[in-house]
């Protein structure tokens, strides 16, 4: 049994790693996907297209080891939650695809354009259904039996509307930070000008998102608002709010990494408060991870191969940005 208790928190662990991995690497070039139209045509959308080139498809393979990781470790979260949100994630993954072909295409020919489109279309796209997913888990889900109870459309409502906005921002929030970072001339000064823009955005967004979530669900409202939950709860937005003014207060000082730093710190402190929300819950107030885990000889199984691929994804990621570290230009391939 107690074997058993530690794997589930372990696989839990895993996952929420690899899903926090995710949103911190793609979502920078899913931002600058977002910011493409706003950037100028030709050197700096090249320029912006560059930065990003050697590592975007690599940021992808999270998204892989946190969904595959869901379906192995917790089938029964897997096999409730996917039907209701087959939708947005259908449209996720087309969005992928449009802009992982955007990619390749622009390059190649005479109407650089319309793969500018398809690239700025495939982003916000992608951005905005898992931003509509993370808020279809956190508003509830219909459970009949073991399985999904609900209709084809619940996954839409105010609610993940508001929380697919919320992280088309913060996308676009970590491109801007991205670039400021990698660019340099009239990029750079560019991207500081719509960090600006995004980081009101973002605190916007966050502070409605927090001000939502707990009147969704009973237990949140006692997390949040009410004692003892609120005393372990308040360290998170006081927090927040500190790494919005220093952020700003980066941004004043025409500071290049720590802009993306203080970002990447709140959406980190955002992933707590989303914690918080819901442990142990996969499907709040349903489903927990107890309840979800797979048995205990398959999440040891699974284990050893995770033990052996993570080590190799983060040495390959890590050379990765090391190789292509340092400003960027507008020549090459992409």
């Not at 998170?236 to 025409?254: D, E, H, M, S, W």
């Amino acid at each position: 049994m107690g074997i058993s208790f530690d794997l589930t928190v372990v696989w839990a662990g895993i996952i929420a790693f690899a899903v926090f991995a995710y949103v911190a690497m793609d979502g920078f070039d899913l931002g600058i996907g977002i910011l493409f139209p706003a950037l100028t045509k030709g050197n700096d959308r090249n320029s912006a297209m560059n930065s990003i080139a050697p590592v975007w498809d690599g940021n992808e393979t999270w998204l892989i080891l946190g969904g595959g990781g869901l379906l192995a470790a917790f089938p029964l979260a897997y096999a409730v939650i996917m039907p209701a949100v087959y939708v947005p994630v259908i449209l996720m993954l087309l969005g992928l695809v449009f802009r992982g072909v955007a990619f390749e295409f622009r390059g190649r020919t005479t109407h650089p354009w319309r793969w500018d489109v398809a690239f700025f279309g495939g982003s916000i796209t992608a951005a905005f259904a898992q931003g509509v997913i993370l808020g279809s888990i956190l508003q509830g889900i219909v459970v009949t039996g073991r399985g999904y109870g609900g209709g084809w459309w619940d996954w839409l409502s105010p609610f993940t509307c508001l929380t697919g906005a919320a992280v088309v921002t913060g996308y676009a929030l970590l491109g801007a930070c991205w670039l400021i970072w990698r660019a340099e001339g009239n990029l750079q000064a560019r991207a500081y000008r719509l960090a600006w823009l995004a980081g009101i955005g973002t605190i916007v967004a966050v502070v409605a998102v927090s001000a939502a979530t707990p009147f969704l669900k009973t237990a949140y409202y006692h997390r949040w608002l009410t004692a003892p939950g609120i005393y372990y709860a308040a360290p998170v937005p006081i927090l927040a709010g500190i790494t919005g003014l220093l952020f700003f207060r980066a941004i004043g000082r025409k500071a290049e990494l720590m802009p993306f730093l203080l970002t990447l710190a709140l959406f980190a402190l955002s992933y707590v408060g989303l914690a918080i929300s819901m442990f142990p819950y996969l499907v709040p107030g349903q489903i927990t991870i107890y309840q979800a885990a797979a048995p205990a000889s398959s999440q040891i199984f699974m284990l050893v191969g995770v033990a052996i691929m993570v080590p190799i994804i983060l040495a390959y990621t890590g050379y990765a940005y090391w190789l292509f570290r340092g400003k960027v230009g507008h020549e090459g391939y992409h």
